[in-house]
């Protein structure tokens, strides 16, 4: 019965393996997403002689011994993060990043949560806000006058107002870096999003970097997956 029970674990860990690669595919154009990669590992094993033992009252050593595995487990699912191709958008406050790092969101309950979708809109008071209404930190607000909103190369969002010729700088976006990506606790529950991300106890706080913004301006990235194996990233942007 034991040689069933092995053979189960196997059963249990390509069921996950097909469950990641579903999900990958499932969220093939899922705004910021990044595909996962599941990695097992062995059971403890069984010994029925072990190795270097004696085999005689002589003093003869066991040169390989008896062991018998016990099956697979799931060890880690991976956060793949690969930079990908961008493509444009319409909408003018849609951003990418370029590298590394994460948008900082403001959650209701003041706790700060990191994504990488950047899909963005105004509040009605103005505000940079996810497609959720949470507010991207540090919470810049866009005069109700401006006639033109852009996003510079080092994260510096500026406005054109009626009546100006020249665009203000009305706040500057930072990115959060972190050493360990995969180590971020994806939320997939309510209240909070599943695009966004929680740091936990075992990450150091981030360091903050500006944006790195190409030709195409302010970007906005999805996942692309072609077949059951070659997960390719894809990116949008929004050219302003």
């Not at 909408?91 to 969101?105: E, K, P, R, S, W």
């Not at 507010?135 to 406005?159: C, F, H, K």
């Amino acid at each position: 019965m034991q040689a069933l029970r092995t053979a189960a674990t196997g059963m249990a860990a390509q069921q996950l393996n097909v469950e990641v690669i579903s999900n990958n595919i499932a969220n093939m154009s899922t705004t910021g997403f990044k595909r996962r990669r599941p990695e097992f590992q062995d059971l403890i094993y069984q010994n029925l002689r072990r190795v270097g033992s004696n085999s005689s009252d002589t003093g003869t050593i066991v040169p390989a011994g008896a062991q018998v595995g016990l099956g697979v487990k799931t060890a880690a699912i991976y956060r793949i993060s690969e930079q990908g191709n961008l493509q444009q958008t319409s909408n003018t406050l849609d951003m990418a990043i370029q590298g590394n790092g994460y948008f900082q969101v403001t959650l209701p309950s003041g706790d700060t949560a990191y994504t990488r979708d950047g899909t963005f809109g105004l509040a009605s008071d103005g505000t940079i806000v996810t497609a959720d209404g949470y507010v991207v930190q540090p919470g810049v607000q866009i005069p109700n006058n401006a006639t033109a909103v852009t996003v510079n190369a080092s994260g510096q969002v500026q406005a054109t107002v009626s009546g100006q010729t020249s665009p203000q700088t009305v706040g500057q976006l930072q990115l959060a870096v972190f050493p360990n990506e995969a180590g971020l606790d994806a939320q997939g529950r309510q209240p909070v999003p599943a695009d966004l991300c929680l740091r936990t106890g075992g990450h150091r706080k981030p360091r903050f970097n500006r944006f790195r913004l190409g030709d195409a301006g302010l970007r906005r990235d999805l996942q692309r997956q072609r077949g059951d194996r070659d997960h390719q990233p894809d990116h949008r942007a929004a050219r302003l």
